[in-house]
């Protein structure tokens, strides 16, 4: 993986006189591309790309430049492509020779071949930008689910680009500036914010399976992926061996690496099937699979079994590990690194996040960055297969709203009142987007809630812990690979019907059914339990008292846009088990946010103007 940035700029003599900036975007980036890296300029354009070497790691580097009649192309690529040797033999017969092995090399002269179409042809996460020198044309592209992240900024005859939101900002046309809305995604809608934007003033997000082209007339996006209904005809034994080879296949195209694969395991269902897939298909290399586990000092003496989370991992790691013979390696978090990390976790996800969910992860990848490069985990599964409460809870289903946020007026209360925004009509406006857009079926209409409900997941929920994943891992220089985002396998899901995938009233019935051969009972059994977070009350003590601590100073940042009297309140209700966001963020992890929140706004001097 990688990261990348630019500028096209109609005006030349402003790319010439911006090298410091693309100097300091580059650095912005370095954490994400720590192997090499480089700046290309060529009259209006700047491309800028730091690398992390996983495939061909001597002759992939970028900004890679090919020829072709006549024109010549300048690609810089964040990603991997699992079926790039199929691409390269269709590439051949079409008469492409290939001076390198890596992936980069294919996906140029895709794009040479098939031009802008040749993101239909792609299986991989990716984000990448491509300059055509003759015809002063970029293209950009992002994957179908929205896996690698892409940021970009418009301005009169220019547009900026970049893997991350903190790049951006290391170029001096792009001002850090919080205006209402911004506040409203912040507030009513944080961690998560809607598809597109990037809550500050300007920045806005390509979308998953969305491509543009900024060319002398303009800038224009075109979607080149949805999830699409159609009438499903399989028996649900079909469903069964079409899900059994999609599962094993992603899993296998991503393990294809010049350099150590390890995985994450939890012990659940979707970590297990990753790990397990992976062991059988290294076992037949002879080479053994490593997988790593996260945990926290005196999670078992304090750990207490809820709705949401009825068990800890620590005994179902040990089971799996012991059951295909993989070394494991276990990584224990404590309260002060764990409160000390919230800070590098919003630098890392360029805006206030989980709390610490995602500092753990973060630590986490630190861990394992010093053991591999590239990591499989499990994400996404449960989006897809129906694994969370709200598909499976039909009290909430029907209910309207995000399902994993129905705080709206508990952050409302929170909001300075000065802030004339309404909470309850903004979430409400962005609900009936999302469910409005929804491909349903004419045959399926019996099914609509439940297809509303995988597209709110789809581009909201997962869309936070995607980048959650991708911030967090990329900090740390580590390649984290996501096998159930495989479009295949979303595409498959969305038509089959809500009884197949929650067959015998068991969360993920399908995907259990599917792997049955694959794994122990007590692991197919299992009940879902989440990411796992920390019960140490020690953690809920140390949050609060840093946030007394942001209280004792007039001129926080946060306090420019909350009550003070609302932050205090929080910290004496610190074991409140009410929900912020999801099943994680209690009340630690809603203090965490807030931390998170003025420690972005100092630290990306963020000004607030409403």
Excluded at 38 to 56: E, K, M, Y
Excluded at 200 to 217: N, Q, S, V, Y
Excluded at 426 to 446: G, Q
């Amino acid at each position: 993986m990688c990261g990348i940035a630019g500028q096209i700029c109609r005006d030349e003599g402003r790319i010439a006189s911006r090298g410091r900036a693309y100097t300091a975007m580059l650095a912005a980036l370095k954490r994400r591309g720590p192997d090499q890296d480089g700046i290309f300029t060529d009259g209006p354009a700047a491309l800028i790309h730091t690398r992390l070497a996983v495939i061909d790691v001597e002759n992939g580097r970028q900004p890679m430049e090919l020829r072709a009649r006549g024109e010549r192309f300048t690609l810089i690529y964040n990603g991997e492509l699992y079926n790039t040797e199929e691409l390269r033999q269709q590439l051949a017969a079409r008469g492409h020779k290939f001076e390198t092995r890596s992936d980069t090399e294919v996906l140029g002269r895709a794009y040479i071949e098939w031009g802008g179409a040749c993101v239909g042809r792609l299986n991989g996460i990716f984000a990448f930008a491509v300059w055509e020198s003759r015809a002063r044309r970029l293209f950009l592209a992002r994957d179908r689910i929205g896996v690698k992240p892409l940021f970009y900024t418009l301005g009169e005859g220019s547009i900026i680009f970049a893997s991350e939101i903190s790049a951006l900002l290391a170029h001096p046309d792009v001002p850090a500036v919080l205006d209402g809305q911004g506040v409203a995604e912040l507030i009513f809608l944080g961690p998560g914010r809607t598809p597109g934007r990037g809550v500050l003033r300007g920045i806005k997000e390509l979308e998953p399976g969305c491509t543009a082209e900024f060319t002398r007339e303009g800038f224009k996006v075109r979607r080149y992926w949805e999830l699409v209904d159609s009438e499903c005809r399989d028996s649900f034994e079909d469903a069964v061996d079409k899900t059994r080879f999609l599962v094993r296949d992603a899993i296998e195209r991503q393990l294809v690496s010049d350099v150590p694969v390890c995985a994450f395991l939890s012990g659940g269902l979707d970590s297990s099937i990753i790990s397990a897939v992976a062991r059988n298909r290294l076992a037949e290399h002879g080479e053994t699979l490593q997988t790593f586990s996260v945990g926290y000092k005196d999670n078992r003496r304090y750990f207490k079994a809820g709705k949401f989370q009825p068990n800890s991992d620590e005994d179902y790691i040990d089971l799996m590990n012991g059951y295909l013979g993989t070394e494991g390696r276990n990584v224990t978090l404590d309260t002060e690194e764990l409160v000390r990390a919230l800070y590098d976790a919003a630098e890392a996800r360029g805006l206030p996040g989980m709390g610490d969910v995602d500092s753990s992860l973060l630590l986490f990848c630190r861990e394992v960055k010093k053991h591999a490069t590239v990591a499989l985990s499990g994400e996404c599964a449960d989006e897809i297969f129906g694994g969370y409460p709200w598909y499976r809870d039909r009290e909430i289903r029907e209910q309207g709203g995000f399902p994993w946020a129905r705080s709206t007026e508990r952050r409302q209360a929170m909001l300075r009142e000065e802030y004339k925004l309404d909470g309850a009509e903004y979430v409400d406006s962005r609900y009936r987007e999302t469910i409005a857009a929804a491909s349903v079926a004419p045959a399926n209409e019996s099914e609509r809630r439940v297809k509303e409900m995988v597209n709110l997941n789809f581009k909201w929920f997962m869309q936070t812990l995607l980048d959650r994943k991708d911030r967090m891992s990329m900090y740390s220089g580590l390649e984290v690979r996501v096998p159930f985002c495989d479009h295949r396998i979303a595409e498959y899901l969305y038509t089959l019907p809500w009884e197949y995938k929650d067959r015998g009233g068991t969360e993920k019935g399908l995907l259990r059914e599917a792997v049955r051969e694959l794994l122990p009972r007590e692991i197919l059994t299992r009940k879902k339990s989440p990411y796992p977070k920390t019960h140490n009350p020690a953690y809920l003590a140390a949050v609060t008292s840093e946030l007394r601590g942001v209280l004792s100073d007039p001129s926080a940042p946060v306090l420019q846009i909350v009550k003070k009297e609302a932050l205090e309140a929080l910290t004496r209700d610190g074991a409140s088990s009410e929900p912020w966001y999801g099943q994680l963020m209690t009340a630690p992890q809603t203090i965490a946010y807030f931390l998170q929140m003025n420690h972005w706004l100092k630290t990306f001097n963020v000004r607030v103007a409403i």
